[in-house]
């Protein structure tokens, strides 16, 4: 390769240096946009300092979005979900400067934990997905799971004699999303080893979870009121409990198209 250090390069040797170098420097930023920013520069007319941040921090920009689109890979959401597409005025039971207040993720760097409490089509999950999404922008390991398949691996890898490495492993993440818990009951076995996962995180990372039932009725997920009682504790000790209502978005929603297009028709 040409010493792109040389004076009196030409333009064709002086761009084939510069693709090379950020190559071997792998700087695919750099690399691909530098034709433009170098045009651009040229017009505002730069100085050489100036130039040389622009092409440092798109760089940087590039790096950390392609990391944040990693750790939302990571994290196994189902759908894609945001906070700027939630209808807070469909549902006036969730406040919405709470709820752009926990999408700092303050509470995650805290290892506090966040409990969405509502009935079928109140929105839980999306904030669920959207707030764990937040966090994994900002930098914090994510995982998403269902309740009952985060049981299933666990009894799956006690069976293996591989428990100890799961639940390490569900420890590790700064935050562990977990849904629809309460939607099925849970024998005595799983509930157990859901509980592990909780006191291997209490009070170090956090758990955010999105559930059907009061916690009045838990009792109906977990049969054992002592375990049930030592689970609510997990959830809710230094954390954030948000009531999403009764009051169906979807289902309202349904009905309002349905309504629109029979006036339509009409």
């Known amino acids: 390769m040409m010493n792109a250090r040389k004076r009196g390069l030409t333009e064709e040797a002086a761009t084939t240096a510069i693709d090379q170098s950020c190559r071997l420097l792998r700087l695919p930023t750099i690399r691909a946009q530098f034709p433009e920013l ?10 050489y300092k100036g130039f040389l941040a622009e ?43 709470v709820i752009h207040t926990l999408a700092t993720c303050e509470w995650v760097k805290k290892g506090e934990p966040l409990c969405l409490i509502g009935d079928s089509g ?16 900002l930098g914090f390991r994510v995982r998403y799971t269902l309740a009952t398949k985060l049981v299933n691996e666990l009894v ?12 390490a492993r569900f ?3 700064d935050l562990l ?32 979870i999105a559930s059907n039932e009061s916690f009045g009725a838990w009792t109906k997920t977990f049969t054992d009121p002592r375990l049930c009682a ?26 309002n198209k349905s309504k629109t297009a029979a006036t339509t028709a009409d």
Do not use: W
């Open 122 to 137: 109140t929105g839980k999950s999306h904030l669920l997905i959207a707030l764990g999404t937040e966090a994994a922008m």
């Open 55 to 97: 092409l440092l921090m798109a760089e940087c920009d590039d790096r950390a979005r392609r990391r944040s689109e990693r750790r939302i890979k990571a994290a196994a959401f189902p759908r894609d979900k945001s906070i700027r597409a939630f209808d807070f005025d469909a549902n006036d039971s969730i406040d919405a400067p």
């Open 156 to 167: 799956e890898a006690a069976d293996e004699k591989q428990l100890t490495k799961t639940i």
């Open 177 to 208: 999303c977990i849904d629809e818990l309460g939607y099925m009951e849970l024998d005595r076995r799983g509930a157990e080893l859901l509980f592990q996962v909780l006191t291997e995180r209490e009070e170090k990372n956090s758990v955010a």
């Open 230 to 255: 030592a689970i609510v504790d997990r959830l809710t000790f230094n954390g954030t409990i948000i009531q999403t209502g009764t009051q169906s978005y979807r289902l309202a929603h349904t009905k």
């Open 38 to 47: 170098a045009a651009g520069a040229a017009r505002e007319q730069m100085s």
């Open 171 to 173: 420890g590790r993440v």
